[in-house]
């Protein structure tokens, strides 16, 4: 098991504060091994004594006695020392515990108490995290591999690193597939099992939807146009040219759900002449990519399109903000926003002549601004910069942060 870096680094500023940490993301990207190395890294660097470490998880019969906000409070008073100033509570899948909010807001009381839960998203959304926490809590989205954290799963099969970043983009993302020996049916059947358990408990089941396959319909749609600006119009239209009729209130439910559920993250415009998010066209991306490779085949001509979610998972990993820009015929792919500071990047497969530079570059010519400009690609060989435009292959932007 590796350690998710990333998470840890970031997670470590608001060890201590009396906010809940809620620790979510899609199906089967480790949230529970997650926070197990929070536990880890209490015990081991910052020498909590176990004795102040309450762990719960209810997906283990060990615990399954713990049915009420009663129960778990009870079980955290008989476990927890009273030795010691600090005490740290780890709650796994708590939405099995009824009215565990109660519990919660109860011990947020006393800044004696440090909390870390998880839960599954068939049972509880991040939009209902204000009502059961009053707002004292922060969100932890913990995404599937990294490009960096699947090089460390293949320490002992390292290849050439071009080679193992297109194996990165075809597959390998969820960190269980690299336990199933390049098995590709086994492969297959867990991924179609992960993403049919999303689509139809977290989303079918809950919201009771009749028509699972005009759901279906749509993601498909979704994941064939990662990188096309679209709109709920434009999806409607082409629904009905399917011979598709639905609303597009309805669709937009149906859009929800996606992102409730994280399968989709969805990126807004930003209008750069009057500083605001505009509602109109936005940018759907993939958690991970490898269910829309699941559901449409990998083919190496969407190469472009696969880059581009990679570079946005990326910036997403390194708790960037994100939207785009569009005008007329001119689109930055993505502006990055952290800490007061902008970044704009353009991501393409390869600059292969003047046409293609001028496009990716002119573009910036728009921007009257000081913030770093990144053109993006698969290119080894770069020319000089221009215009101070950094030229940067996508890889080694990964890699070298």
């Known amino acids: 098991m590796i350690k998710r870096e990333v ?4 997670i470590k500023s608001y060890i201590d504060l009396n906010l809940v940490k809620v620790i979510t993301g899609i199906r089967r990207s480790w949230k529970t091994y997650f926070m197990k190395q929070i ?8 020498w909590i004594n176990n004795e102040n470490i309450v762990y719960i998880d209810k997906e283990n019969l060990e615990f399954d006695f713990i049915n009420d906000y009663k129960d778990l409070d009870g ?19 708590i939405q099995d515990i009824s ?6 807001r109860n011990y947020l009381k006393n800044d004696d108490y440090d909390i870390y839960i998880t839960w599954s998203n068939s049972n509880l959304l991040s939009s209902e995290l204000s009502t059961f926490l009053t707002w004292r809590y922060i969100e932890f989205h913990i995404y599937p591999l990294s490009f960096k954290e699947f090089l460390d799963f293949r320490w002992k099969n390292k290849q050439e690193i071009k080679e193992e970043f297109y194996n990165y983009i075809k597959f390998w993302w969820l960190p269980a597939i690299h336990n199933m020996n390049f098995d590709n049916e086994m492969i297959y059947s867990y991924i179609s099992w992960v993403f049919h358990s999303i689509l139809f408990k977290d989303i079918v089941a809950r919201y009771s939807i009749r028509n699972s396959s005009l759901l279906l319909d749509i993601f498909k749609f979704l994941a064939d146009n990662i990188w096309n600006v679209v709109s709920s119009k434009k999806i409607s239209d082409y629904l009905k040219n399917e011979k598709i009729n639905i609303s597009v209130d309805t669709l937009r439910e149906y859009l929800g759900y996606f992102q409730n559920t994280f399968l989709l993250d969805k990126v807004q415009r930003y209008d750069l002449k009057w500083k605001k998010l505009l509602d109109l066209y ?16 990998y083919k190496i ?7 581009e979610n990679v570079v946005y998972l990326e910036l997403k990993t390194r708790w960037y903000e994100i939207t785009i820009w569009k005008i007329s015929d001119l689109e930055v792919d993505f502006i990055a926003k952290k800490d007061w ?6 991501v393409t497969y390869i600059l292969i002549n003047e046409s293609t530079i001028n496009r990716e570059f002119w573009v910036f010519d728009s921007i009257n601004d000081n913030y770093p400009k990144y053109v993006l690609s698969m290119d080894e060989i770069f020319d000089n910069n221009r215009s101070w435009i950094l030229r940067l292959n996508i890889i080694d932007w990964i890699l070298n942060k």
Do not use: A, P
Not at 7 to 10: A, M, Q
Not at 99 to 104: A, G, N, P, R, V
């Open 301 to 307: 001509w969407d190469i472009s399109q696969l880059l």
């Open 99 to 104: 009215l565990w909010e109660k519990t919660i």
């Open 341 to 346: 500071i902008i970044e704009y990047y353009q």
């Open 7 to 10: 998470y840890l680094n970031k």
């Open 75 to 93: 079980y955290i008073k008989k476990k927890i020392s009273w030795f010691g100033w600090k005490k740290y509570i780890f709650i796994d899948e």
């Open 39 to 46: 536990i880890n890294y209490l015990i081991e660097e910052k």
């Open 282 to 297: 936005e940018k759907y991306y993939m958690w991970d990519l490898w269910f829309r490779n699941y559901l449409l085949w």
